[in-house]
């Protein structure tokens, strides 16, 4: 029951954090701030303050950020002098989102997931000082593969790799595993397998070129190299700082690979996580991680959140509409050309928009369900 109520506040902590970009960034550029929620649904707690309303919603999941002037339909509701009536409170017109300058509008929109991002950057470097990082070293190599003719040696460590042109810089274990996982499908036995790596010996860069073997009980290719996968203590603060960040990069790589398997029908039911599974998940994991102590439970939380945290913040700046990025597109637009898409069109394609991820949504919700009952 505990583990569930961190579950949820762990998730609840994500979107809040999320709705507090856009809010810190209208309250910077004096936008009127509506209301703050978190949760949504009934409002348990609610307080106006400084003309905006904050509450504590029924429902833990989601969290809004309403800001005067921020919806297209809103014209009818000016007064003679151009004040909104919302909810009993009058805001001017200097106060209303849709009267700022395109960039300053661009920069709340931003907010959000911009605030996402720092959540995991912070999360990040937490984790990484505490249980370090997968540094990418050769552990082993096959002798009796082309590798092992290429000048590579235990010790050396891994900067780069690339598979017939395609290739990505490595700066964790995870990083190579990830980009082998996902271009499997590029082996052959003509493929130019290149690595680039620090020669520990000489204390140089160097490249390993070769050809991968395919190996009949597997079947599939093999490169006869053997990685670090452990995690290991890092000197000091500015490598805390380093290898954090490249976490977030590795987290960024997975959520844009996820999204293009997506888009491409590479993913499968299964793949897609709503809130609900996404606490379930994290219920489970505190509960294994449990058997190991508070740390190892603290930083198991943390990595979800940072998966999470990144996972929703490239979500919301996808070029959808109803989404940040669907409205940020429409911003960008207004800042190239100068001037702004007619208020209906935009207010037309972000409700269709609106409709379409509620549906999303209603099938996520009953997807998580059926594969928890």
Known sequence: MISIIISIIALGLIITIHELGHFLFAKLFSVGVVSFSLGMGPSLISRVYNNTEYALRILPFGGSCLMAGEELDEADSRDPDGRLLIDGRYYDSSEQFVRKSPWQRFLIILGGPLFNF??????????????????????????????????????????????????????LSRDLYLFLYLNSNRFSEQSEVIIGFDDVSEGKEREAVFLPVYDQESGGYLMGIGYNIAYEKLGSPLDVVRYGAYNIGY????????VKLLVSGGASREDVMGPVRIVSTIDETMDEAADYGLMVSLMSLFNLMIIISVSLGVTNILPIPALDGGRLIFILIELITGHAVPKEMEARVHTIGMAALLLLMIFIIFNDISFLL
């Open 118 to 171: 720092l959540l995991a950057l912070l999360l990040s470097i937490i984790m990484t000082a505490n249980v370090g990082a997968d540094l990418p070293f050769v552990v082993s190599l096959e002798q009796d593969m082309p590798v092992a003719e290429t000048g590579l040696e235990p010790g050396d460590r891994i900067t780069y790799i690339s598979i017939d042109g395609k290739g990505k810089s490595i700066h």
């Open 251 to 258: 987290s960024l790589y997975s959520a844009l690979e996820s």
